[in-house]
């Protein structure tokens, strides 16, 4: 019997990347999204089904899950891949802005491991994959509530490991940096014209940072990394995927915080002058 995944997120980006992937290696692909009815490629693969699924629409996980489960047979491997991204000064963000960002990278995540354990359980073996971030290892400035979502999962993951490998369960983590993918064209600024006084530093870490997304590479790459760590027999627990990535996340941990922050600093703050530093 063919293997089988389930991927949440596969509209575009890594998500679609990694669905026709999976399928070109021979496995059965339920690529979920929340609107499949607008999907046009991913159709044309005889191994890819497409289902409904919102992460934060308890009905829709049980609903693609069985009718996987119905369709293939069985589920071997999920990946974790929906998520969205928001930036800007933390005070201008909104509570339901901030919920939005925690109810899909994080509680979608809770929703969807919680409703395939008991499929799991009951095989005696599965395996999750939480497509977590470079972001939840490092910070830049203006992203501090989406650092907190994928510090929350990274942590999270790492715990829960521990529970579910007694059950023949293995969870692992998949950590990208940047990558070619559209989520940077959804992503949600937060905006507050009546909060004053991060005007011209939010203007300049951002020239900064539009300026570091350039040759980023496809989301290929990301989807091999997938496909490692779906079918590795080792107890690794993280596979990071991206060279910024691996660089940022070796600097972080061999380096003293306040030389990792001298580096953000004079990357992402260049051209800022801090005029209360020089008074």
């Not at 497509?131 to 790492?158: D, Q, V």
């Not at 959804?186 to 014209?193: G, P």
Request: include cysteine; hydrophobic fraction near 40%; aromatic fraction near 12%.
């Amino acid at each position: 019997m063919k293997n089988t995944i389930l991927i949440t997120g596969t509209s575009s980006g890594i998500g679609k990347e990694t669905a026709k992937y999976f399928a070109e290696k021979g496995w059965n692909v339920a690529a979920t999204m929340r609107r499949p009815e607008e999907e046009k490629e991913l159709t044309n693969f005889k191994n890819i089904k497409v289902y409904k699924l919102d992460v934060t629409d308890n009905y829709s996980i049980k609903d693609a899950i069985q009718s996987t489960i119905n369709d293939f047979g069985s589920i071997d491997v999920v990946v974790n891949n929906a998520g969205c991204a928001a930036y800007g000064v933390f005070e201008k963000a909104t509570d339901t802005q901030l919920r939005e960002l925690f109810d899909v990278n994080l509680f979608g995540v809770f929703n969807v491991i919680r409703e395939i354990l008991p499929h799991f359980r009951s095989k005696g073996k599965g395996r999750i994959i939480n497509i977590t971030s470079m972001s939840g290892w490092i910070t830049f400035p203006l992203f501090s509530a989406y650092h907190a979502t994928k510090w929350s999962l990274e942590g999270f993951t790492e715990s829960l490991h521990f529970e579910l490998k007694p059950l023949g369960i293995k969870v692992v983590n998949v950590v990208p940096g940047g990558f070619d993918t559209n989520i940077y064209h959804k992503i949600v600024q937060f905006k507050n014209e009546n909060i004053k006084g991060y005007d011209e530093y939010e203007k300049v870490c951002m020239e900064n940072m539009q300026k570091s997304l350039v040759n980023l590479p496809g989301p290929l790459l990301a989807a091999k990394v997938i496909w490692k760590a779906a079918n590795s027999n080792s107890n690794k627990m993280r596979y990071i995927a991206g060279k910024d990535a691996k660089m940022f996340i070796t600097l972080r941990k061999i380096l003293p915080l306040n030389w990792f922050f001298g580096i953000v600093r004079s990357s992402i703050e260049k051209g800022f002058e801090n005029k209360k530093n020089k008074e």
